[in-house]
T-cell receptor, first 116, second 113 residues
Framework: DSGVTQTPKHLITATGQRVTLRCSPR?????VYWYQQSLDQGLQFLIQ???????AKGNILERFSAQQFPDLHSELNLSSLELGDSALYFC???????????????FGAGSRLTVL | AQSVTQLGSHVSVSEGALVLLRCNYS??????LFWYVQYPNQGLQLLLK??????LVKGINGFEAEFKKSETSFHLTKPSAHMSDAAEYFC???????????FGTGTRLTIIP
């Protein structure tokens, strides 16, 4: 157990729908990252939050949004889902950016999204 | 732009043989480099990291990697493969002040009994 908790583990939904993926970071970590893993794109960085604020943005579609709450858990919202959004979505966490080891990411087990 | 290239999407080695997984990077600033392993149906687990200290880095499960600036490489090795090493391995790049990691496309390691 890495200490990063993601729910749900599996999710099957239809095109056009909206889903929310949830992540609880490892105790003491202040930064949360979202990555998408698909067969054709590999591991793609979506977005990073630090202490509730957006810190870095990657290849995140406009249909996707995320936030980090005061208790540091994070949610990734995916809307108007398309077949191509089917993927494994990973959450990772790390210590504060100014702390030693800030680049060491601890990953959760992932949420597998299937869009039919 | 920073990037990571993993040579060989699939590598097969016999049990007991040397494991060599290749990673080359491109970075305009001093890089931090990582190797992660992903077992089936699991998340990524850190194997080892290079953050500008010793160039030869030892990790978990007998793996090690050497940072070679002149070759822009960070290859992962293990002297003797074990069946439990079968997994997907990812090389990743980061740098100071930018905590997100850029991952390579991964190398699937198969161990032949």
């Amino acid at each position: 157990d890495s200490g990063v908790t993601q729910t749900p583990k599996h999710l099957i939904t239809a095109t056009g729908q909206r889903v929310t993926l949830r992540c609880s970071p490892r105790s003491g970590d202040l930064s949360v990252y979202w990555y998408q893993q698909s067969l054709d794109q590999g591991l793609q960085f979506l977005i990073q939050y630090y202490n509730g604020e957006e810190r870095a943005k990657g290849n995140i579609l406009e249909r996707f949004s995320a936030q980090q709450f005061p208790d540091l858990h994070s949610e990734l919202n995916l809307s108007s889902l398309e077949l191509g959004d089917s993927a494994l979505y990973f959450c990772a966490s790390s210590v504060a950016p100014t702390a030693s080891g800030a680049n060491v990411l601890t990953f959760g087990a992932g949420s597998r999204l299937t869009v039919l | 732009a920073q990037s990571v290239t993993q040579l060989g999407s699939h590598v097969s080695v016999s049990e007991g043989a040397l494991v060599l997984l290749r990673c080359n990077y491109s970075s305009s600033v001093p890089p931090y480099l990582f190797w992660y392993v992903q077992y089936p149906n699991q998340g990524l687990q850190l194997l080892l990291k290079y953050t500008s200290a010793a160039t030869l880095v030892k990790g978990i499960n007998g793996f090690e990697a050497e940072f070679k600036k002149s070759e822009t490489s960070f290859h992962l090795t293990k002297p003797s493969a074990h069946m439990s090493d079968a997994a997907e391995y990812f090389c990743a790049l980061g740098y100071f002040g930018n905590e997100k990691l850029t991952f390579g496309t991964g190398t699937r390691l198969t161990i032949i009994p």
